[in-house]
């Protein structure tokens, strides 16, 4: 997996943990479970480039 795409995940990852936390700091549920699954999404996808690197 390139740079970028490495990149844009940890950025989707650093995203979804700002909006968890914004969603807990004012009480706003939908923002904090829309942060967690974009967490568990950013995570799903280092998983896959990890297997990836793994066997190239």
């Known amino acids: ?3 970028i795409d490495k ?3 940890a950025a989707e990852d650093a995203i979804g943990k700002a909006k ?3 969603g807990d700091a004012t009480d ?3 923002l ?3 942060g ?3 967490q ?3 995570g ?3 998983v896959g480039e990890n297997i990836k690197d793994t066997f190239k």
């Open 1 to 3: 997996m390139s740079f």
């Open 20 to 22: 968890e936390v914004v």
């Open 44 to 46: 799903v996808k280092k």
């Open 40 to 42: 568990g999404s950013a």
């Open 32 to 34: 904090e479970a829309e």
């Open 7 to 9: 990149a844009k995940n």
């Open 36 to 38: 967690k699954k974009d």
């Open 28 to 30: 706003n549920k939908d």
